[in-house]
């Protein structure tokens, strides 16, 4: 399967190996087989040739999507006619975790849980610093999350889709707030536009040159629910996100809006199926719920809805028209991908001279 990742891939290849020109000529005669040595030359491990049939049950699928940290599963059957094999579909995290939103919902144990008690996600863990206190060359307050600032430049955001293998980077200030996400679409966007040297552009530069209709970006805080979170999945397609301080870090001397974390579908589906680990066997389930005691529920609080429960009232309360037919997307962060429940669909101010976003469906 030809994604968005290999085409990130090719990108940092050439752009660090070829010139402009030469790139241009070489894409016209390049081969799709050439794939395997550029990911050798760029020490990237190769993607997982992956594989169902359409009779296979979705435990048996969600375990191959959790072991392979794949994004999609094309469903694959023989042609009576041919005799040979066909795609009939793709599977894809978002379609997988809606149904089980959907139609299992009750068979998940926790659903009242904050996301982060219930590990759900990448967390910020700072790297202690030396004892003189400085900060070394390269040190990230946010380990182990990729970020980047309005100023860094594109191609090196574009490294850290190829090296990292996410689909997604926070831009903070430099108080660590979170005011954008970059993501691998938008460096496709610039290519498309025929934008290739504008891979040296910074990323408020590039920004300028995304889609207009830019949903803006799904953040939640650690202390929303896992329940929250599947309602929101069910609701309207959502691929990552980005965990910020709230209220409850602000009274512990953070700040409000603050990088926490990301959470990523994966991360769900890791904890709703359980942790697979490549060769295990498993009993013979159609679904597999990550079960332990459930804890008493925490008392009602008197405080404002939770950002997510604000975003999923805003969905409950907008004309509900299906989504189109997904078509396989880039996903990949953080990302790790990463995702968590609580969610809140605010657009963040775009840099000077960008289009406004739209507001989030």
Do not use: W
């Not at 979705?58 to 940290?69: G, V």
């Not at 650690?222 to 910020?244: E, W």
């Not at 101010?349 to 289009?355: K, L, N, Q």
């Amino acid at each position: 399967m030809f994604t968005v990742s290999d085409i990130i891939h090719l990108i940092q290849y050439f752009y660090k190996c070829s010139s402009y020109d030469a790139a241009a000529a070489d894409v016209e005669v390049f081969r799709l087989e050439s794939l395997r040595d550029i990911e050798r030359t760029l020490g990237v491990d190769p993607p997982p040739l992956l594989r169902e049939h359409p009779s296979a049950s979705l435990y048996d699928a969600s375990k191959r999507l959790i072991q392979t940290h794949a994004r999609r599963l094309p469903l694959l059957d023989n042609d009576t006619e041919t005799g040979h094999e066909v795609i009939v579909s793709i599977l894809t995290q978002y379609r997988l975790l809606k149904f089980i939103s959907i139609n299992c919902g009750k068979d998940i144990q926790q659903l009242h849980m904050p996301l982060r008690k219930l590990g759900i996600g990448t967390y910020v863990t700072p790297q202690p610093l030396p004892p003189d206190g400085e900060r070394p060359e390269g040190y990230n307050p946010f380990h182990p999350i990729a970020t980047a600032t309005m100023d860094t430049p594109v191609f090196d955001v574009v490294h850290m889709f190829s090296e990292r293998g996410i689909s997604a980077v926070p831009i903070v200030d430099q108080d660590g707030i979170v005011v954008n996400l970059y993501e691998t679409v938008d460096v496709i966007t610039l290519v498309r536009l025929g934008a290739y040297q504008s891979l040296d552009l910074t990323i408020s530069e590039a920004l300028n040159q995304r889609s207009p209709d830019f949903p803006g970006v799904v953040i939640c805080t650690a202390s929303d629910s896992l329940g929250t979170l599947m309602q929101l999945i069910k609701k309207r397609r959502v691929h990552r996100l980005v965990v910020v301080e709230g209220e409850e870090e602000e009274k512990r001397g953070g700040k409000k809006g603050r990088l926490l974390g990301i959470i990523t579908l994966s991360d769900v589906l890791r904890y709703i199926i359980g942790d697979v680990t490549i060769g295990e066997s498993y009993p013979e389930s159609s679904l597999h719920t990550t079960m332990s005691t459930p804890a008493p529920p925490e008392p009602a609080s008197s405080e404002s809805p939770a950002p997510a429960e604000a975003a999923v009232a805003a969905a409950e309360a907008s004309p509900a028209a299906d989504p189109p037919p997904e078509a396989p997307t880039p996903e990949e962060a953080a990302a790790p991908q990463a995702e968590s429940v609580a969610v809140e669909e605010t657009p963040v101010a775009p840099p000077s001279g960008a289009p406004s976003p739209a507001p989030a469906e």
